[in-house]
């Protein structure tokens, strides 16, 4: 079964710190996806960043990184030079492919709340 | 500009009565989806789609229903089976190409008095 975990329920940054969020999966296909998706009190799923699992290089996409540890099945998202909009649920989630059929599971997020 | 719109933003429901939450795409994606999201919990699937008269049940698919009768539209029926309706429900459609992103609509948050 797939599964992704976030250990963090919550978590504190300095405006302009970097802070890297937890995102761990258990998954048995040999090909899938990760995604980091920030959600702000308005409700809705904001796309950050992908990782795939055959990609040899870590993802990064503006102030966004993804830390990705194949072995130990990590992908943790780095935000460097934090700013106060980052304040938000951030989820990670993962695709699987099998036959055929795309399913996207996520976790149960992390609160980011930036300190001015 | 392309994007899902669901409707309504807020719904307010007597205990009993079937609603339906509308979504609707135009971003000529073929999948979409409904998930389900309660405060401190992740989200979680109720039905995908991944072509039109084509649907398959999620995690949570009890007390719920979808109909996919066009390319654009993916509407979700919440039953009076459902027993604890009372949740923000994401609708989501998926890009057939590259990382298959999920791009989701705003989100239609359900009160059941």
Known sequence: AQKITQTQPGMFVQEKEAVTLDCTYDTSDPSYGLFWYKQPSSGEMIFLIYQGSYDQQNAT????SLNFQKARKSANLVISASQLGDSAMYFCAMRGLKTGTYKYIFGTGTRLKVLA | DGGITQSPKYLFRK??????????QNL???AMYWYRQDPGQGLRLIYYSQIVNDFQKGDIAEGYSVSREKKESFPLTVTSAQKNPTAFYLCASRQGTGANVLTFGAGSRLTVL
Do not use: F, I
């Open chain 2, 28 to 30: 000529n994606h073929d």
């Open chain 2, 15 to 24: 205990e009993g009565q079937n609603v339906t939450l509308s979504c609707e």
């Open chain 1, 61 to 64: 996409e503006g102030r966004y």
